[in-house]
């Protein structure tokens, strides 16, 4: 396409590309950690959940449908 440019990358150059993996101890500790954060996030959005669900309802005390006031 007009005005890019295009590069290859050869298996030379995939080949002294280094990769660092850490230990499996280290792998297992970051999975712990992104699964704590991942229960945190959870009962956090739970926890919005309910507050949406009360405002709601503070909202209809407020502005009681029309139908509410008739009854």
Do not use: W
Not at 31 to 57: E, N, P, R, V
């Amino acid at each position: 396409s007009a005005g890019s440019t295009r590069y290859n990358i050869g298996q030379e150059t995939l080949s002294a590309i280094v990769v660092l993996i850490p230990s499996l101890p280290e792998q297992q500790k970051i999975a712990a950690c992104l699964s704590s954060l991942d229960a945190l996030i959870a009962a956090q959005a739970d926890k919005l959940s309910a507050l949406k669900t009360h405002k709601k309802g503070l909202m209809q005390q407020l502005f009681p449908s029309p139908e509410a006031q008739n009854r």
